[in-house]
């Protein structure tokens, strides 16, 4: 088969629909399942095999080539060490936006070419617009399902080999057609938390790896109230998990985690939901990746989000200096838990300019 398209299919409703769309398009195409995680637990929680199954059943039911790859080892040295790496140092990683970087839209698309394929295409909520001189990433139609902001760091290179065709879909116009058309896929439930832990507890699988190192729970006004298990296990905002209850002085409301001292490992903790050590109004970040390769103009009204599915935010563009790689920005509202280790991601109107990683923010931090 000449001149096709590698569908990449995660066994889901949306990769699905994905491979469907485009043959109904009469565009030639096969599919590719790739498995990033090797399944080490006996209780079924990582779902691979499962998912390379519903893949495959996709497939025949479509009458497509099928491939099968082991990415494992790939995705354990471009993404997982460095998952832990953030871990360890008090930051909290976005894997997924690395994992798209690295190997759904590089070892994935180096797979693809050698069986042959010249493009590839995913079941990501996102839209892709060609002008004359570079391709642009738009985020998807369905506010809810938008996935730009996980695709921040692609190359023009790797964006103009990429198509998403169900960017231009609401999920339950997706979840209609994949009934309509009868596949196997069509009510499984979507999948959800990161992508090699699944359904397990993410606490127990963690240390696994790394190792916790209990401390003191402090308030913001410096009272001891209790021991957290190992900063790796918190993030700032955090309410659920923390461990604390019926403190004696304090009343019946929730704790909600502002501030993680790793030199002293202290977790600070408060039960007001905005207070003054959770909000910042400026942040800076650094790695920082422009789809179109270069930045945005420094005067340019633009907006930004801080997390996946966040309204977009107005902001102001104070310093961007690409050979220090390095970028301050304000923000017209105070923002809740700029959280160190995820990315912000920058907006002209629908299209995703690009980002970086939290390094800081302006908050004001908790001292004993």
Not at 199 to 209: K, P, V
Not at 210 to 216: A, H, M, Y
Request: hydrophobic share 35%; aromatic share 8%.
């Amino acid at each position: 088969m000449n001149d096709f398209t590698m569908v990449a299919m995660s066994g889901g409703v949306d990769s699905s629909v994905t491979a469907w769309l485009m043959q109904q398009s009469g565009r030639p195409i096969a599919g590719l399942f790739m498995k990033n995680w090797e399944d080490d637990d006996v209780d079924g929680a990582c779902s691979a095999e499962q998912d390379a199954a519903d893949a495959r059943s996709v497939a025949e039911q479509l009458g497509i080539p099928f491939h099968a790859r082991n990415f494992a080892m790939e995705y354990w040295e471009s993404v997982f060490e460095e998952f832990l790496s953030e871990l360890k140092a008090g930051r909290t990683p976005n894997p997924d936006v690395l994992c798209n970087r690295e190997i759904k839209f590089k070892v994935f698309l180096e797979h693809a070419r050698d069986l042959g394929a010249q493009r590839m295409a995913t079941g990501h909520y996102a839209r892709r617009q060609d002008c004359s001189n570079e391709a642009r990433l738009l985020k998807g139609v369905d506010p809810d399902k938008d996935q730009s902001y996980f695709l921040y760091m692609l190359t023009q290179e790797q964006l103009q080999q990429a198509e998403f065709p169900i960017g231009e879909l609401r999920k339950t116009e997706l979840r209609a057609m994949a009934r309509q058309a009868g596949l196997p896929t069509a009510s499984k439930k979507d999948s959800t938390g990161i992508c090699f832990i699944g359904e397990r507890n993410y606490d127990a699988f963690i240390e696994r790896y790394l190792t916790g190192q209990p401390g003191d729970i402090v308030t913001t006004d410096g009272r001891c109230i209790g021991r957290h298990r190992g900063l790796i296990h918190y993030t700032l905002g955090q309410r659920r998990g923390l461990g604390i209850g019926g403190v004696r002085g304090f009343p019946e409301a929730p704790w909600y985690t502002v501030h993680k001292d790793v030199n002293n490992n202290h977790l600070f903790v408060t039960q007001d939901a905005e207070d003054p050590h959770l909000c910042s109004t400026a942040l800076t970040a650094s790695q920082l990746t422009w789809i179109a390769g270069l930045p945005p103009e420094p005067n340019a009204r633009l907006k930004a989000k801080i997390r996946y599915r966040q309204s977009d935010q107005d902001i102001e563009l104070v310093d961007l200096n690409q050979q220090q790689d390095r970028m301050e920005i304000r923000f017209k509202q105070p923002q809740r838990a700029v959280t160190p280790g995820q990315s912000v991601v920058l907006y002209d109107n629908d299209v995703c300019l690009g980002g970086g990683i939290i390094h800081d923010s302006d908050r004001v931090i908790p001292q004993l």
